[in-house]
């Protein structure tokens, strides 16, 4: 399988380009592409390493992720996220290209109090997932081929994620205030990066959801990070309401598993993905 991906920087990105490159199980022939390489906002140039590349599979896992930048930065959020990703779904298109796009648990405002299947309707809340949302309905009319994969709560090596923070606080804090009313899946990048070559493997299409299983709030996340890492700092649960963000988050964005079950992928529980996460070194020699 020939696969081009972009965002190979990133916290994804790295994971995949491990899979991909023969350190992971997989070994396939990989075009790793930074921001550098091409940015998703040059069409040219998005379409030149694509016919360049030849891919089987295009995995666009770049994105501009700042959730609070993109509400002051509308502008830059829709041009990356929702532009760029268009430019990509095009140039797949004219390279008879299959294009994986990741998406979000953020293109949801929360409300349902129950698992989202992939047929629920979008509801964003936030810019960042409106332009998400956008970008996937723009990309199913270009590409109907195209295959969504909607992740939430990223953690893993190479990069900031909320494992790391919490870490890094408690190194130095008795307490840490977490918010305990909004709840997700948090997903391991190893995990999710391994679920995504096994669906590109079997030819998927349309939307899946793709998470650990399990979920839990922010503040019972923090408290197993550090129950698991054997630290003595109290995490104290707070609303979101005593914390103020620009971006406003969706309450519950729970995924349901059952797209993904139907390609008889299982995602590990996020209790187990973290454990391995704490126990591992970071991913070494990525070189991009
Ligand atoms: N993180 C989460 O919790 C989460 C949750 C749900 C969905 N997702 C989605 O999953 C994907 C991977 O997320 P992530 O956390 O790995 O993101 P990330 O660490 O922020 O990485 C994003 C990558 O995109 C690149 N990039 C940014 N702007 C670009 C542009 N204009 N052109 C080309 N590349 C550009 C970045 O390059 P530089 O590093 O050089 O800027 C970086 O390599 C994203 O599509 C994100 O929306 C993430």
């Not at 830059?76 to 008879?96: I, K, P, Q, S, T």
């Not at 332009?131 to 990309?139: D, G, I, T, W």
């Amino acid at each position: 399988m020939r696969v081009t991906l972009f965002g190979a920087s990133g916290l994804l990105g790295q994971e995949l380009v491990h899979e991909l490159s023969g350190n992971g199980k997989s070994g396939e022939q990989l075009t790793a592409l930074s921001v550098e390489d091409a940015d998703l906002r040059d069409h040219g140039r998005v379409r030149d390493v694509i016919r360049d590349s030849r891919p089987d599979w295009i995995l666009l896992s770049a994105a501009y992720t700042d959730v609070d930048g993109c509400e002051s930065n509308r502008d830059l959020a829709f041009a990356v996220n929702c532009e760029g990703a268009v430019n990509v779904a095009e140039a797949a298109r004219e390279a008879g290209s299959r294009l994986m796009f990741l998406s979000t648990d953020y293109i949801f405002d929360g409300s349902k109090g129950s698992p989202y299947q992939t047929s629920d309707p979008r509801s964003p809340t936030s810019v960042y997932g409106e332009s998400k949302a956008r970008a996937e309905e723009r990309l199913l009319n270009i590409l109907p081929e195209v295959c969504i994969a909607r992740t939430s709560w990223l953690f893993g090596h190479g990069g900031k994620c909320f494992p790391a923070t919490i870490l890094k606080l408690a190194a130095t804090r008795p307490e840490i205030s977490v918010v305990n009313d909004q709840r997700g899946s948090p997903t391991f990048t190893c995990d999710l990066a391994s679920a995504l070559v096994e669906l590109c493997r079997a030819s998927a299409r349309g939307i899946v959801h793709v998470t650990n299983s399990g979920n839990c709030t922010w503040y019972e996340f923090a408290a197993e990070i550090v129950r698991e890492a054997g630290l003595p700092t109290a995490i104290k649960p707070v609303t979101t309401a005593e914390f103020p963000r620009p971006a406003r988050r969706p309450a519950y964005s729970v995924l349901s598993p059952d797209s993904l079950h139907a390609y008889h992928i299982h995602m590990p529980e996020w209790q187990d993905a973290l454990r391995r996460y704490l126990g591992s070194a970071p991913t070494a020699s990525v070189v991009l």
